[in-house]
C-alpha cells in the first residue's frame, strides 16, 4: 500500500521557517507527481507545490512563489517543503499526496501555525 508520513509541522512566528517532511513508501512506479496541499480553517484545501518524480517539473502556487521551495531525496523517498518568510496565512493543515496515474494518495496533515 502507498504511505505517505507527513512531519514537520509547528508554531512558527511570522517571518520564521520551516520544513515540512514527506517520507513515501509502498510504490514503485516509474513516474509520478508528489506534493502538498494546505487547508485552512473554513477554506478549501488548496494546492502548494509539486514535483514530478524526475524533478523537473515544479509547481508552486502564487501565494508561496519565492518563500517556499520543494526538493526531493530520492535515496530517502522523501520530499520537503522549506517554508521561509511565513505569513499568518500560511496557517493551515498541510497534507502530502501523491498521484500516481489516475489514483490519489493522500498522508495525513501536519499542522502549521503562524503566530503574528
Known amino acids: 500500500d502507498v504511505q505517505l508520513q507527513a512531519s514537520g509541522g509547528g508554531l512558527v512566528q511570522a517571518g520564521g521557517s520551516l520544513r515540512l517532511s514527506c517520507a513515501a513508501s509502498?510504490?514503485?512506479?516509474?513516474?509520478?507527481?508528489i506534493g502538498w496541499f494546505r487547508q485552512a480553517p473554513g477554506q478549501e484545501r488548496e494546492g502548494v507545490s509539486c514535483?514530478?518524480?524526475?524533478?523537473?517539473?515544479?509547481y508552486y502556487a502564487d501565494s508561496v512563489k519565492g518563500r517556499f521551495t520543494i526538493s526531493s531525496d530520492k535515496a530517502k523517498n522523501t520530499v520537503y517543503l522549506q517554508m521561509y518568510s511565513l505569513k499568518s496565512e500560511d496557517t493551515a493543515v498541510y497534507y502530502c499526496?501523491?498521484?500516481?496515474?489516475?489514483?490519489?494518495?493522500w498522508g495525513q496533515g501536519t499542522q502549521v501555525t503562524v503566530s503574528s
Open positions: 499526496a501523491i498521484v500516481i496515474g489516475p489514483r490519489h494518495y
Open positions: 514535483i514530478s518524480r524526475s524533478d523537473r517539473d515544479t
Open positions: 509502498g510504490f514503485t512506479f516509474d513516474d509520478y507527481v
